[in-house]
């Protein structure tokens, strides 16, 4: 029996022997270090149908791969076979070439590789294909204006604008950038009598084109500040209605938060819309009520006052501030078409004397390709309205205010208002501001708690050629992200400083 546990104890260890073969082989796999991560990714060169990426060298590892695609999801690692990729290389410098130009991000990350075993980056970057050159720079420059243009692209996410007091573009340079594709620019702080160069260029993503030729630009103008507010404070007959987190405040309640959200912007000039209810007793329209609680601000006669003959309401009107502005006359307003209106009022710079025309508009509500059609139709009107008047008072710069209702997302086939004022070389404060404050939160927040922050913005300002902007902010009191105290209104108050000239 001895004999037999013994054997079988020799056979078992005879079996363990042999099979300690294999797992030494295994241990010689798994000896091989997993290399790190590579790590300090960037872009060293974008063409328009590729780009070059390095990082610094991983430790353990032998070679890398780099992968790319359009969707930042298929740089997950279980979604990674779906992107495009390089070859190995053995050292962390890797191109993907052949890729279609696109005004979206590429997304890309990189492999490290030891033996077989690997090891992605964490970092997921981003970068966009180099756009083309921009052409037709012009500057313009006389006793109305000082800005310059440049010929529209479809392939730039924006422009960089450089200016110098030299030719060679190396003395008192500053760099300003406009968002978007409105190929107009506006420079702030230039000196009556001063020659300045510029140059530009596009921008794709965080990649810029070559830059333009130079051109010179010496001003002849000076200009003022105004920081004009554009807000929609909400019709009060909606009061009960239920939006967003519940029925919507009476005038009473809401009013307060109203003129909170003015005195703390301090404008100099608003618009207000959906401001034509009656109040209280007697006629006194929901912006009579405003006004009164700002005593420093004067009410423009935009339209025919109740109980005059042919009265009428039109909710757009306009509040001025009397330390820093004037009316000139009285102003009017314009039928745009579809039971909307614009406002307008001539105002004085009580510093300087010099003149501009103020205008407010409400275009139509409705969603849909019929609706864009309508306020294509209610934007043409508005600018033709405005530069006919404009020019009656001696050519007068404009400013443009409202609630435009339309924005770049699914409600709307295209976005017409923006679309009209870009072929007019009308820029949308937005996308020439040099500083915005929450331009992440919609311009419209729906009577939401907390408000949305998608970058919808249906509420706008537009500068035209000659009329600088300088910030572009939306006023919210919020704490945590959601709305302190009582919800002003189904709107956010747009606030703007632009430089408007005069000679």
């Known amino acids: 029996m001895r004999h037999r546990v013994s054997a079988r104890l020799a056979a078992v260890t005879i079996g363990l022997s ?164 409105n190929p107009q620019y506006t420079p702030l702080n230039l000196h009556d009598g001063s020659t300045y160069y510029f140059r530009i260029r596009a921008m794709n993503v965080s990649t810029p084109s070559s830059w333009s030729s130079t051109v010179p630009l010496t001003s002849h103008v000076n200009t003022f500040d105004v920081r004009v507010m554009t807000f929609n404070i909400l019709e009060a007959s909606n009061a009960g209605v239920r939006e967003g987190d519940g029925p919507l405040k009476p005038w009473s309640v809401r009013k307060p938060a109203v003129v909170r959200t003015i005195n703390t912007a301090h404008p100099d000039v608003i618009g207000v819309q959906e401001a034509a209810s009656f109040v209280g007793s007697g006629q006194e329209r929901q912006v009579d009520s405003l006004h009164a609680a700002l005593p420093g601000y004067g009410l423009a006669f935009t339209e025919v006052l109740p109980g005059t003959p042919g009265w009428h309401r039109t909710g757009n009107y306009i509040l001025f501030n009397k330390t820093t502005f004037g009316r000139v006359g009285d102003g009017g307003h314009w039928s745009l078409g579809d039971s909307r209106w614009a406002a307008w009022q001539v105002l004085r710079n009580n510093a300087t004397g010099a003149k501009f025309l103020f205008v407010d508009a409400h275009l139509l509500p409705t969603s849909g390709r019929a609706g864009d059609v309508k306020r294509r139709q209610e934007t043409q009107t508005l600018l033709s309205s405005a530069r006919s008047e404009a020019a009656s008072a001696g050519g007068l710069p404009i400013a443009y205010v409202g609630d435009f209702n339309s924005d770049q997302y699914r409600h709307h086939v295209f976005n017409a208002p923006s679309i009209v004022m870009q072929n007019a070389d009308i820029a949308d404060a937005y996308q020439a501001a040099q500083k915005r404050v929450r331009g992440a939160y919609n311009t419209a927040n729906g009577n939401l708690r907390r408000p949305p922050r998608n970058a919808a913005h249906i509420d706008a300002v537009f500068a035209p050629p000659g009329v600088g902007v300088r910030t572009w902010e939306l006023q919210l009191r919020l704490s945590h992200g959601k709305f302190v105290g009582v919800i002003p209104s189904d709107h956010n108050a747009l606030v703007s400083d632009l430089t408007i000239p005069y000679s």
Do not use: C
């Open 18 to 181: 042999a099979g300690l073969v294999p797992v030494a082989a295994s241990t010689s796999w798994s000896a091989t270090p997993r290399p790190d991560a590579p790590v300090g990714l960037r872009v060293v060169l974008a063409t328009p149908s590729s780009f070059t990426i390095t990082s610094k060298p991983a430790a353990h590892a032998q070679k890398y791969k780099l992968y790319a695609s359009t969707l930042r999801s298929n740089l997950f690692t279980g979604n990674i076979r779906n992107a495009l990729h390089s070859a190995w290389r053995s050292t962390p410098r890797l191109t993907i070439s052949g890729l279609q130009f696109t005004m979206a991000p590429y997304y890309y990350r990189m492999e490290a590789m030891n033996g077989q075993r690997t090891k992605f980056s964490s970092a997921i970057g981003e970068v966009g294909l180099k756009p083309p050159t921009p052409t037709g720079l012009t500057a313009t420059a006389n006793q109305q204006r000082s800005d310059l243009t440049w010929n529209a692209s479809t392939s730039a996410t924006g422009y960089q604008i450089e200016r110098a007091s030299n030719p060679a573009m190396t003395s008192n340079v500053k760099i300003a950038k406009v968002l978007g594709n």
